[in-house]
């Protein structure tokens, strides 16, 4: 687990570290190449992204959001449990694991994609607290569970908009008296529009699970980078006493810069 960093002390009395420019500017460049990484990849898999939701059949785009909102409250519960029974993955190994389900699920068409759909969703939760625990954050801690569902309300790998969206790193104060269920339902249309483009992919003839393999891969890989941002992030708020909103406008302007 990575470690925090040492704090310097006055006597007994702990001094808070400024965040340094090179934080910022490394949390800057792991947001620009989530998006790239992604693109790439996805391209290289099945020609872009334009479209490939309205292939989607209407029914299962009418009923998404609610298939998402009930794969992400399952994928919450089956994350902790497999926690507390000792799973911690993260790393190459949650990558395997979602690129696995990805090949079965895209092998059978839409009907296996929207089967694998919460047993993804959970593997990429699982990852995401791994990210959390790496930053030396509990991944119980209230505050923590919350801006771990928070995450999937990044844009995804097929949001072409070079990291540029800042929006899904809530200050830890906008969480407060937030409940779970509160933060799921706001969570989930964004993240049906992104597991939209997702299951269009796998749906798509002769790709298959090669398709739902390379996707699944790109997904894992996205949410963990946009988790480092997000715990990168808190981690300098606890560490220097800094504002989140104020640290968010840092990196705002590194971005655009």
Request: charged share 20%; proline share 5%.
């Amino acid at each position: 687990m990575k470690q925090k960093p040492p704090m310097l002390y006055d006597g007994d009395v702990a001094v808070l570290q400024a965040p340094t420019p090179e934080a910022i500017r490394a949390l800057a460049a792991r947001l620009k190449r989530a998006n790239n990484a992604g693109m790439q990849i996805l391209n290289m898999v099945g020609g872009t992204a334009d479209g490939l939701f309205s292939r989607l059949p209407k029914p299962v785009r009418t009923q998404l959001e609610t298939a998402t909102l009930s794969a992400l409250e399952l994928a919450f519960n089956g994350a902790t449990r497999s926690r507390q029974n000792g799973f911690e993955g993260g790393g190459w190994l949650s990558k395997a694991v979602s690129s696995s389900l990805g090949a079965v699920g895209g092998a059978g068409g839409l009907p296996t994609a929207l089967a694998e759909l919460p047993v993804t969703t959970t593997v990429l939760l699982h990852a995401i607290q791994a990210v959390a625990k790496e930053h030396g954050f509990d991944p119980e801690r209230e505050d923590v569970r919350k801006a771990c569902i928070n995450v999937f309300a990044a844009a995804g790998p097929l949001e072409d908009d070079d990291g540029a969206d800042l929006g899904f790193l809530a200050a830890r104060t906008s969480l407060t008296g937030a409940t779970i269920n509160g933060i799921l339902a706001r969570v989930a249309p964004r993240l049906s529009v992104v597991l939209g483009q997702k299951l269009a992919t796998q749906a798509v003839p002769i790709l298959g699970a090669v398709a739902g393999a390379a996707t699944n891969y790109v997904y894992t890989a996205y949410y963990q980078d946009m988790a480092h941002v997000t715990f990168g992030m808190m981690r300098l708020a606890e560490d220097s006493g800094e504002s989140f909103d104020t640290l968010k406008e840092m990196l705002r302007v590194e971005m655009a810069g």
